[in-house]
């Protein structure tokens, strides 16, 4: 099972930017997917970004244009960077991956709180 480690939360300005970090224990070309999710104050937990082994991404919509997801092979970490961040984005972000043998693993989560 892979093993997930966040980082880079905090504590950010509307307008201002924000990288999360997520380290897997695995070498991450061989995940089939690795993924942010994020759960805001009374709303569900939602999908964010993935990102495949082969580099391909996906976002939400309400993030397009504003958040990038990339992986680092070498380090075996993914990055989502946010930037145009606002009070929306507000949430505790988690990192998902799924292994090869096709079990997810999550990490704790981070807290991101975008307030003037």
């Known amino acids: 099972q892979v093993q997930l480690v966040e980082s880079g939360g905090g504590l950010v300005q509307p307008g201002g930017s924000l990288r999360l970090s997520c380290a897997a224990s695995?070498?991450?070309?061989?995940?089939?997917?690795m993924a942010w999710y994020r759960q805001a104050p009374g709303k569900q937990r939602e999908l964010v970004a993935v990102i495949t082994s082969g580099g391909r991404t996906t976002y939400v919509e309400s993030v397009k244009g504003r958040f990038t997801l990339s992986g680092d092979n070498s380090k075996n970490t993914a990055y989502l960077q946010m930037t145009s961040l606002t009070p929306e984005d507000t949430a505790v972000y988690y990192c998902?991956?799924?292994?090869?043998?096709?079990?997810?693993?999550w990490g704790q989560g981070t807290q991101v709180t975008v307030s003037a």
């Open positions: 695995t070498n991450i070309f061989n995940v089939i997917y």
């Open positions: 998902n991956a799924r292994g090869p043998d096709g079990v997810d693993s």
